[in-house]
């Protein structure tokens, strides 16, 4: 019981030093956030998330910053959790070059779409996005930044972002379609995250947390893909103990050119199905801008499309 006090004590010590010395607030937190662990459980957990959330809140602005001197607009950014815009970040030598936000009602099954140039001049629609259920962005980077110069690879990024939980929650097939005689998957890059924000249903029926920035599953591997395109899943289904109250991710991958251009364009297309019923829904990319539903019928979908250019 002391040991909880002066743990408590601690935590207000570290706050204040945080407030006003940084070097002594993270020494003082590292040995907080350890005590609160060896003591506590979910409460306590709760408590440690908080602190580190409002500690790295400046960093956050700071990321935002640094990736709209890159290019990217804020309202790209606004789509993109934090692991996403760090990603994107981490890849050094990158612009971008363009992205298409889509908004969708799940009860009306409308959707309404933005398209963001690579000045990052868009013209927003018609109609209350805020009040929007999903928003989701396929965002498109180059590498290297300088234009004229030989292109790298092609960075997609992919962010579905849930603002009111969905009443259909299966598994939201997701596709990229590229031109295969331009440029080819690059091996191992591709990657997907399912997140969640919420509680934690406890032993006895009750909530502990919020909690934040919570993964519900992880995977380097796809449902399918072809020459022109690849597929994967959006799992919001399987969130057992869990009382979500936000639910998002993002998926990625590079495209490296077939033959090193210094100047050109291409057009990327991107596909999104919403199941209306529990059915093993699955897209596939038959050819370059092909796409094929198969599983079912009571779906919503919208495709999009974006030339970009290096």
Known sequence: MYCQYISYIFFAICTIFYNIFHFFSDILCTMCSVKIVNYYSFTEREVLLTTTAFANEKDTLNLDAALMEKGYPQIVLDTMDEDTKMDIYNEGDIAFCGAVITYYDENSGTYSAIDVNEAGTYLAPRGQISTSDLS???????????????????????????????????????????????????????????????????????????????????????????????????????????????????????????????????????????????????????????????????????????????
């Not at 969130?239 to 291409?266: D, E, R, W």
């Open 136 to 310: 989701l962005s396929f965002t498109y980077s180059r590498s290297p930044a300088a234009k004229n110069t030989k292109l790298s690879y092609i960075k997609v990024t992919y962010n579905y972002n849930w603002l009111n939980l969905p009443f259909f929650r299966w598994q939201d097939p997701t596709s990229v379609s590229w031109d295969d005689s331009k440029f080819q998957m690059t091996d191992n890059s591709f990657s997907k995250v399912d997140k969640y924000d919420g509680y934690v249903i406890g032993p006895n029926g009750e909530l502990l947390g919020p909690y934040t920035n919570q993964t519900h599953s992880s995977e380097n591997g796809y449902a399918n893909a072809s020459n022109a395109g690849v597929s994967w899943y959006a799992d919001l289904k399987g969130y057992i103990g869990v009382q979500p109250t936000k639910l998002y991710g993002s998926g990625t991958f590079k495209l490296a050119p077939k033959s090193t251009t210094t100047s050109g364009s291409t057009t990327l297309y991107g596909h999104y199905v919403h199941p209306k019923a529990e059915l093993g829904l699955s897209v596939n990319v038959s050819s370059y801008g092909s796409f094929s539903i198969s599983g079912g019928s009571n779906y919503d979908e919208r495709g999009s499309q974006k030339t970009i250019s290096w």
